[in-house]
């Protein structure tokens, strides 16, 4: 894991400022996709405002709570 996601780097910012860090997953083609709550325990997706899809290798709707690759239409 790399980035502002890495578990080391969240810590070691809320151990030094003592706030919780939320994140927010956004795209120039699809504002406002996804955010993290006060339970930091995943992503919530802003189903209401873009169509998140998520497939697997075969490019087929992958299963409930398996990894995949995010595809966002735009229609």
């Known amino acids: 894991m790399c980035g502002w996601n890495d578990p080391g780097r969240k810590s070691l910012i809320e151990d030094h ?17 996804g955010f993290t709550c006060e339970e930091r325990d995943g992503f919530h997706i802003h189903d209401d405002l873009c169509h998140v899809k998520i497939i697997d290798e075969q490019g ?8 995949g690759e995010i595809v966002i239409p735009t229609l």
């Open 17 to 33: 400022f003592g706030i919780p860090v939320l994140s927010q997953y956004n795209a120039m083609e699809s504002f406002k996709i």
């Open 60 to 67: 087929k709707k992958a299963a409930e709570g398996a990894k």
